[in-house]
């Protein structure tokens, strides 16, 4: 168990909708990251948060927005659904912002259909 | 740009047999990390490794075994005597860091790995 808690685990949603995935980092972990992970386009860094604060940007959606509340926890909030939206999403944490062990929740495998 | 290349996609053995997976990688940051993670077919990742750019000691752990050499920018992974848990995807990545300070993670595509009984 890596201590990253995501849920849910499993989400079945329509094209069009609008949903929001919830990632709890490990304990004293500042840094937040989301990934995607996809058949096509593989492990694919989103966004980083550290402190509350975003850190770092990847290729992600403009249809796709997160935070990172002062308890820490993160929520990824995905929004007018397409069908290659399709994929898994990793939460990870770290202690540190930069270089550090990413320790990675089980996952929400979203599915659009 | 920072990249990482997995050229094996699959790699299939019979237990008790060595393997070696390939991981090479670009950077032009003089400071960078290098990881590698465990896919197992439960689907999470499980961090194995973590090497920084200053230290190219391999290191040993178990029947884990890791060659970091950055004249050929290299970071390969010998499972010794595998055994059919360590059925997995394994992934290679690098920590961007440097001057933005991120700790962003890019992946190489993974290298499937099926060891039968």
């Known amino acids: 168990d890596s201590g990253v808690t995501q849920t849910p685990k499993h989400l079945i949603t329509a094209t069009g909708q609008r949903v929001t995935l919830r990632c709890s980092p490990r304990?004293?972990?500042?840094?937040v990251y989301w990934y995607q992970q996809s058949l096509d386009q593989g492990l694919q860094f989103l966004i980083q948060y550290y402190n509350g604060e975003e850190r770092a940007k990847g290729n992600i959606l403009e249809r796709f927005s997160a935070q990172q509340f002062p308890d820490l926890h993160s929520e990824l909030n995905l929004s007018s659904l397409e069908l290659g939206d399709s994929a898994l999403y990793f939460c990870a944490s770290s202690v540190e912002g930069a270089y550090g062990i990413q320790y990675f929740g089980a996952g929400t495998r979203l599915s659009v259909l | 740009a920072q990249k990482v290349t997995q050229a094996q996609t699959e790699i299939s053995v019979v237990e008790k047999e060595d393997v070696t997976l390939d991981c090479v990688y670009e950077t032009r940051d003089t400071t960078y990390y290098l990881f590698w993670y465990k896919q197992p077919p439960s689907g999470e990742l499980v961090f194995l490794i973590r090497r920084n750019s200053f230290d190219e000691q391999n290191e040993i752990s178990g029947r884990y075994s890791w060659n970091f050499q950055k004249s050929t920018s290299s970071f390969n992974f010998t499972i010794t005597a595998s055994q059919v848990v360590d059925s997995a995807v394994y992934f290679c990545?690098?920590?961007?860091?440097?001057?933005?300070?991120?700790?962003?993670?890019?992946f190489g595509q993974g290298t499937t790995l099926q060891v039968k009984p």
């Open positions: 304990s004293g972990d500042l840094s």
């Open positions: 990545a690098l920590s961007e860091g440097g001057s933005s300070n991120t700790g962003k993670l890019i």
